[in-house]
């Protein structure tokens, strides 16, 4: 394995995210585990870790060659943290004024949207559901950032330049993003132009997400940074902070994320710059 892995690098990327995507899609269509009481579909994310483990092994790597180094931890992760949050208190501030101009009211709301045992929607808001979003959502950054910025950029840098194996690497993790307007449209839910259209939104801004977080890792030479800043996304943005307004929360959800990830590409682009133009001159 390790050198078929070695002598064709894109193709071993590509049945690696084959796998990975295989068992996702399995878990989105037929266990949906999102659709249960636990609210997440996580189980696939474990294989994905799974996966990656032999792979490292097969390849005689540890976890620290591709980004995981033990002694940037705590400071790396708080850092992607504060990243984040600097952002999005920005977004958050934009959609607020936005709705407040519009409906004359807004409000932050803090509860976990899930599914109770009947299928409807529901607002959890007890630690045990806090604790569960917390360790699912570590679980998903631990193994998307591991093997997309971790792994496929060890295996891709021998014959790809760091910008190749970036778009690469952004274009594969849209797709990954992709199962979720494609089970909506599947099943009924949306048209196929909502289809084409959220399919195309997904791939941009999840590639968009990837080539911050793959420069991320090439900054500061560990995964951390982005992981903490990925997690802050899935945790607080997507999973636990709202905005109501009108009695409808996150309406504007799509134009807060946006927001902030252009808010933190451009904070990360502009200190790669600076970074860069510093290594030349020494």
């Known amino acids: 394995m ?16 084959s796998i990975c995507g295989l068992a996702r899609l399995m878990e989105y269509y037929m266990i949906r585990t999102d659709e249960t009481i636990l609210s997440e579909n996580f189980l696939h994310k474990v294989f994905g870790v799974i996966v990656l483990a ?3 092994k097969s390849l005689r790597h540890n976890w620290q060659s ?18 984040g949050s600097c952002c999005f208190i920005v977004a958050y501030a934009i959609e607020c004024l936005i709705l407040y101009h519009v409906n004359q009211n807004v409000s932050l709301a803090f509860y976990i949207s899930g599914f109770s045992l009947s299928g409807e929607t529901v607002k959890h808001t007890g630690v045990l559901f806090l604790l569960l979003c917390i360790v699912f959502n570590v679980i998903n950054v631990w193994m998307e950032e591991g093997i997309f910025r971790g792994l496929f950029m060890k295996i891709l840098d ?8 970036t778009l690469l690497i952004a274009f594969l993790f849209g797709i990954w ?21 959220m399919g195309v939104g997904y791939i941009v801004l999840a590639g968009v997400m990837s080539i911050k977080w793959s420069v991320l890792y090439k900054i500061t030479g560990t995964l951390w ?15 636990l902070l709202h905005v109501v307004s009108n009695h409808e929360a996150d309406s504007l959800q799509i134009v807060r994320i946006m927001i902030g990830q252009i808010l933190s590409f451009t904070v990360v682009m502009l200190c790669y710059r600076k970074a860069a133009k510093r290594a030349k001159q020494a």
């Open 54 to 56: 032999i792979v490292l």
């Open 158 to 165: 021998e014959k790809l330049s760091f910008a190749c194996a």
């Open 66 to 83: 591709i980004g995981f180094v033990k002694d940037e931890l705590v400071s790396g992760v708080a850092k992607g943290l504060m990243l």
């Open 177 to 197: 993003h992709w199962v979720m307007p494609l089970r909506d449209y599947t099943e009924g839910n949306t048209s196929l132009a909502e289809l084409l259209v």
């Open 2 to 17: 390790e050198k078929n892995i070695k002598e064709k690098p894109i193709l071993s990327c590509i049945i690696i995210f």
């Open 225 to 239: 940074m982005g992981l903490g800043d990925h997690l802050f996304n899935n945790v607080v943005v997507t999973n």
